[in-house]
């Protein structure tokens, strides 16, 4: 079967609130020819998500609140990534800022549109072992939050009780564990 | 450490396109006591996510393309949750609609906030086992789309290899197939 594309005819700004989100108007034809004229797109900014695990095999995550999580939630490295930037140096940048560690040995777990119809942004999710301490965390976000240094086991029971409870989050750890069962890791 | 909550002080709608979009933006009191005037939020709709297997062991999937996905992407059944209705009601019905499978044994792998800052929605992942065909798909979705019966190592193939391209579908098949792992089933 032969999937036809899609065709965006034009588009016009409908907010423009800089890199941290422009919502559009789009008029779309669809696959099967039909002309939509109010397609609302949404642009975000891109985000790098890091699991890390340090050189003794502990996982770095985050004790954190944000603004759309009700309570709190644990949470890999992450953030967004520069205009123009590569999404693993913009993951290398994210890691030493937030937590003063760095590796050499990273994996990329994929990048994902975060919404299959508005858009969003891309999520790009890492990977990355043998993470030393070579710095102070020089974090600014404003957000209270604390480090952790969890054990596999501690990482997966978090996982599978929703203490990560932001989507990308939650498929940076469960992708990043099942690349670890594949690779037949121990820590 | 006591982490501090958010307080959302005022909010106003900037653009109301009914449930598909809606862009507020909001007056928020940050942990730290710092207020801040414009901050955007987006209210969009929630969605079921639902990774099916069949009673002969195969995995229900979609190759199909998406407006917001360049190319095609494979895609476990998923839809919009109608307002009121019950997630789990929500996946029963778009699992009956889009492919006319049926399951009783539903595994809940969690609700997921979209974006932690912006909202966006939330999004519901299931794994649905033992699902029998009961009736033909009755899907409107006007994406082009093809059901595929997948076995379990092609599954896990796609997935490694980036084919589920956006969050919430790799997140999904990502923690079904650590649920399967963990409960030693085989297909």
Redesign the interface.
Known sequence: ?E????KTLSRRT??D?GP??T?ESHT?E???G?VIS?????V?PDAAIVLAITCDGKFLCF???????EG??L?PVGGMIEPGEDPLDGANRELLEETGFQSTDWIDL???????????GI?HLFLARDAQRVAEPSNDD?????LLHLAREELEDA?RS?E????????TV??A??YL?RSGEKD
């Open positions: 079967m999937l036809r594309p899609f409908i907010i609130q941290y989100l919502v779309v669809w696959p099967d039909q109010d397609w609302p797109w949404i975000g004790r954190q609140t944000k603004y759309a999580v709190t939630s949470a994929g990048s994902y549109r975060v919404d299959p119809n508005r858009g969003v999520r404003i957000e209270d939050q604390e996982l929703g990560f409870r932001v989507l990308s989050w939650a498929a469960s992708l564990l099942q069962a």
